[in-house]
T-cell receptor
Framework: GENVEQHPSTLSVQEGDSAVIKCTYSDSASNYFPWYKQELGKGPQLIIDIRSNVGEKKDQRIAVTLNKTAKHFSLHITETQPEDSAVYFCAASRSGTSYDKVIFGPGTSLSVIP | EAGVTQSPTHLIKTRGQQVTLRCSPISGHTSVYWYQQALGLGLQFLLWYDEGEERNRGNFPPRFSGRQFPNYSSELNVNALELEDSALYLC??????????FGDGTRLSIL
């Protein structure tokens, strides 16, 4: 079945450093890749997404890259701040089809040390 | 604009009981999704409803069921509760095939 792997499971960085989270997916028909941030006691919040016709997308300090050939995609956070500390989930889906079931990775717990 | 709202926020049940969780989507959204997030685990897809119809279902037993009402709100029903059903149940809504927006979930504890 469909699967999304995510690494690392935990990540600690110093404030101001960059953080990178990597994901791989198994379903070659996946065409939509969202990233969610989940703070303690809250539901996941969409922070950035990318579709398969784009290789890279950036929004201020956050960027996502996609390599469809290798079925890899990554989240890059620059100039990290303490408020970036949270659990981050990558996901993949066949958006626009009746198989549009979002498969989530297991999550990465990011800690930004002041 | 109000976000996705879920009720109740917390719930305690015992084994064998039945529970109903509720979700109100963002105004205008027609799709509602349900996920289970067990402690320390990722989000497991449960159900997807759009325009009142079940569109897709995850690998969960039939005692997990739900429905979507004409106003697009949704219920998730779980029968014959088991200890391993203890989890955070998350609801998300979207326009069809658009990004999903999540509520803060219902924390279900089974004793």
């Amino acid at each position: 079945g469909e699967n999304v792997e995510q690494h690392p499971s935990t990540l600690s960085v110093q404030e101001g450093d960059s953080a990178v989270i990597k994901c791989t997916y198994s379903d070659s028909a996946s065409n939509y890749f969202p990233w969610y941030k989940q703070e303690l006691g809250k539901g996941p919040q969409l922070i950035i997404d990318i579709r398969s016709n784009v290789g890279e997308k950036k929004d201020q300090r956050i960027a996502v890259t996609l390599n469809k050939t290798a079925k890899h995609f990554s989240l890059h956070i620059t100039e990290t701040q303490p408020e970036d500390s949270a659990v981050y989930f990558c996901a993949a889906s066949r958006s626009g089809t009746s198989y549009d079931k979002v498969i989530f990775g297991p999550g990465t717990s990011l800690s930004v040390i002041p | 604009e109000a976000g996705v709202t879920q009720s109740p926020t917390h719930l305690i049940k015992t084994r064998g009981q039945q529970v109903t969780l509720r979700c109100s989507p963002i105004s205008g959204h027609t799709s509602v999704y349900w996920y289970q997030q067990a402690l320390g685990l990722g989000l497991q897809f449960l159900l997807w409803y759009d325009e009142g119809e079940e569109r897709n279902r995850g690998n969960f037993p039939p005692r997990f069921s739900g429905r979507q009402f004409p106003n697009y709100s949704s219920e998730l029903n779980v029968n014959a509760l088991e200890l391993e059903d203890s989890a955070l149940y998350l609801c998300a809504s979207s326009l069809l095939y658009q990004p999903q927006h999540f509520g803060d979930g219902t924390r279900l504890s089974i004793l």
